[in-house]
């Protein structure tokens, strides 16, 4: 009996080619390639007739082209289409970013000249000139803002509900068209709305903290609906179905489960939606007015409040200007902080109560 002998396999042979090498730019020459068109850009502004508008444009324009002209000639078409694309990115979010850095600047500048004790804790009665605070204001601010808030997020709330939960056919189709075009409406219509209610009842001319609250409500509603109607919207259906079949009944399902669940949401869009009203002017204007002592019943006559109280210092300085002015901006600053400081609140919920999905 023969045994073959597998046979060897036959020896590959190699053929030598070109082979090509991916070159890549240094890790800070796409940015240093950038910054050379910037300040060709600033070189041609000097010499067209220099302005802040055209160096931007300039050098912004030179600087993509040098990134993309440089990444083509060394790294080939796709990784400078690449380029391109993250530079034209990379300008327009630092251009939208130059207005805010601006804003806070100036705010920053003019408003911290008054920052102190006496802004806080006095009020503008009895002052002509010099000295003086935004204390009453203050107060106002936050007053309405936490009766708008209690009327505001009771309503919105439960109309989300309505629409996740139960709503069908024309009316939620309707609720839905009328909650979007709230959420569009000019803030003075939403004013001239309340004054012209309260009218009704107590006569041209009234002035009172509640009517505030009641024209921001109109603002703040249609913004509570939305973000808690896409909140409950992400809460898994899973987890109601597992509800109703243990034979719980669905208005029980939905506030032990669904809200539990969509709390953390549910309190992040409130706190945006309480910053978004709280800088308003038009409306406060119409309804509240401003005084220069303290009033804290909403109830009772007019009340000052920051937006309001920035408003006059400024339309109506006295004499000598100058300090009103100074008083205006740090009262635009306190309400920047108030806002911030809602935006880090909301962040904080949005953290803290998040439902936990690990052991």
């Known amino acids: 009996m023969s045994t073959q002998t597998p046979s060897a396999p036959a020896p590959v042979t190699e053929h030598p080619g070109p082979v090509r090498s991916h070159r890549r730019l240094p890790r800070f020459a796409a940015t240093g390639v950038y910054l050379a068109g910037l300040v060709l850009g600033a070189l041609l502004s000097a010499v067209t007739g220099f302005s802040v508008a055209l160096t931007v444009v300039y050098g912004a324009v030179l600087g993509t082209l040098a990134v993309w002209l440089t990444s083509r000639a060394v790294e080939g078409r796709r990784k400078s289409t690449d380029r391109l694309v993250t530079a034209i990115v990379t300008t327009a979010f630092a251009i939208a970013m130059v207005p ?135 809460v898994p259906n899973e987890l109601r179905e597992a509800s109703y079949a243990l034979g719980v009944p669905k208005w029980r399902t939905i506030v032990k489960v669904v809200i539990p669940t969509a709390i953390a949401g549910l309190g992040t869009g409130v706190t945006l939606a309480v910053a978004r009203v709280i800088g308003e002017t038009a409306p406060l204007l119409v309804t509240v007015g401003i005084i220069n002592g303290t009033n804290l019943n909403p109830f009772e006559g007019r009340m000052a409040t920051l937006p309001v109280f920035a408003f006059y210092q400024l339309t109506q300085p006295g004499f000598p200007p100058e300090l009103a002015i100074e008083r205006a901006w740090t009262a635009a600053l306190v309400l920047i902080m108030l806002v911030m400081a809602l935006n880090v609140v909301a962040r904080l919920i949005s953290r803290f109560f998040a439902p936990k999905t690990g052991r």
Do not use: C, Q, W
Not at 144 to 154: F, G, H
Not at 180 to 205: K, Q, R
């Open 100 to 234: 805010l850095v601006s804003l806070v600047y100036t705010v920053l500048d003019n408003g911290l000249r008054r920052f102190d004790g006496t802004f806080f804790n006095s009020s503008m009665l009895g002052v002509v000139g010099e000295g003086g605070g935004a204390y009453h204001a203050i107060l106002g601010t936050v007053i309405i803002t936490l009766l708008t808030t209690v009327i505001s997020v009771p309503i919105g709330l439960l109309t989300a509900i309505y629409l996740v939960e139960y709503g069908t056919g024309r009316l939620k189709r309707a609720i839905t068209f009328l909650v979007d075009v709230m959420t569009g409406i000019p803030s003075i219509v939403a004013g001239l709305f309340a004054f012209a209610l309260f009218a009704l009842f107590f006569g041209p001319g009234i002035r009172l903290g509640v009517m505030g609250a009641v024209a921001l409500s109109v603002l703040m509603i249609p913004v509570v609906v939305r973000s808690s109607e896409e909140v409950l919207k992400l």
